[in-house]
Every structure is written in C-alpha cells, then in structure tokens.
T-cell receptor, first 114, second 112 residues
Framework: DAGVIQSPRHEVTEMGQEVTLRCKPISGHDYLFWYRQTMMRGLELLIY????????DSGMPEDRFSAKMPNASFSTLKIQPSEPRDSAVYFC????????????FGQGTRLTVV | QQQVKQSPQSLIVQKGGISIINCAYENTAFDYFPWYQQFPGKGPALLIAIRPDVSEKKEGRFTISFNKSAKQFSLHIMDSQPGDSATYFCAASKVYTGKLIFGQGTTLQVKP
C-alpha cells in the first residue's frame, strides 16, 4: 500500500478563496483523522470519522471549516472563505481499529493563505 | 484545555548520549501512549507506544517509562545518533477511538 495520500502537497491561495484538501486513507482502514499543525498550537485534531461517519468535530475551529467522507477511500477538508490565520500544515491519518492501534499519517498539505 | 504537556521544548545532545523527553497527562481514561517522530517535510510516524498495564517498554535504543500514579511517561533514546535529530511528539488516547491528543513537541538535535 502507498500509505495515506494527501493532495495537494502545497497550496497557496488568496484570502477569501475556497480551499479543498484531499485525503486517500490506507485501504481497509476504518478511522480517518484530520489534524492541523502550527508552531503556536502544535498538532490539533480537527475531526475524525469512523466508517465514513463523522464522530467528533469539536476541534473544527469555526463554521468556515467543513469535512466530508463520501466513501471509505476519500475525504476532503474544505475552508470557505480562507483567512491568513488558516495557514498551517494539514495532516490526514488513518487506522484500522482491529488490526493495530497505530495511526498512519500522510505527508501533509502545507497551506498558505495570503 | 491542554491535556498532554511535554518538555523540554528543545534538546541538544552529543552523539552517544542519552536523550530524555518527558510528558504528563491529565485524563485518567487514556489507555494508549505513543511517541511519534517527525522529520522536516514529513508526517509524524509512530516510534514506540505503551499501554498503562506495563511500566516500561523497550525497542532497540528507544525506551518508554510509564508512571501511572504520577500520570507521567517519558522517552529515553540511548546512544543518540545524528540521524535521530527530529521533532518528537508524545500523545495519549483511548485505544477505542484512536483520537490522539499530542504534546507540544520536542526538537532534538544530536551533535556529531
């Protein structure tokens, strides 16, 4: 397996624009997590899904953020409208509860909002 | 509310020395305590993990020490190497949810 795949790797956008980040989890994994990493706040959990259903979105900073998982092999994190303070590295991670407790992370998407 | 506190923020160690990073947690419901290693431009990767029913776990040069009563755990890197230079994160979660709460991270530099 190629691991967790995120796209794009880098995104530069202007304030006010819509941004969509994409994630393909490892095949067969039943949990998917979205994290945000900044120098000030470290690694924060935004939302996680179990079997494509959102379980806990308490980490989503505000209504400008939304996440979907239409099927087991794809998830999106959308920011609309984007703001400069959204600039961060966004990570997607997946795991299989029954197989292992380990969460596998993607390479991340570095988002810059100017 | 910060549930996992990590120290130090940065650490410089000579090659061959011992690196020690400490973490403390608040939620006694946590039952899974991993350490992740992150290199620049990469995502975090699991290094070693422990469950609260043991006080120590060793894998190669890496050891986790766990003190349940004090709600603390630490990572020891023996014979530290320049290739160990990275950012290390402790985390805690309930195994069932996998919802990892991370510490703030420690940047380790191992000097040759």
């Amino acid at each position: 397996d190629a691991g967790v795949i995120q796209s794009p790797r880098h995104e530069v956008t202007e304030m006010g624009q819509e941004v969509t980040l994409r994630c393909k989890p490892i095949s067969g994994h039943d949990y998917l997590f979205w994290y945000r990493q900044t120098m000030m706040r470290g690694l924060e959990l935004l939302i996680y899904f179990n079997n494509n259903v959102p379980i806990d979105d308490s980490g989503m900073p505000e209504d400008r953020f939304s996440a979907k998982m239409p099927n087991a092999s794809f998830s999106t994190l959308k920011i609309q409208p984007s703001e400069p303070r959204d600039s961060a590295v966004y990570f997607c991670a997946s795991r299989h509860l029954q197989e292992r407790t380990e969460a596998f992370f993607g390479q991340g998407t570095r988002l810059t909002v100017v | 509310q910060q549930q996992v506190k990590q120290s130090p923020q940065s650490l410089i160690v000579q090659k061959g020395g011992i690196s020690i990073i400490n973490c403390a947690y608040e939620n006694t419901a946590f039952d899974y305590f991993p350490w992740y290693q992150q290199f620049p431009g990469k995502g975090p990767a699991l290094l070693i993990a422990i469950r609260p029913d043991v006080s120590e776990k060793k894998e190669g040069r890496f050891t986790i020490s766990f003190n349940k009563s004090a709600k603390q755990f630490s990572l020891h890197i023996m014979d530290s190497q320049p290739g160990d230079s990275a950012t290390y994160f402790c985390a805690a979660s309930k195994v069932y949810t996998g919802k990892l709460i991370f510490g703030q991270g420690t940047t380790l530099q191992v000097k040759p």
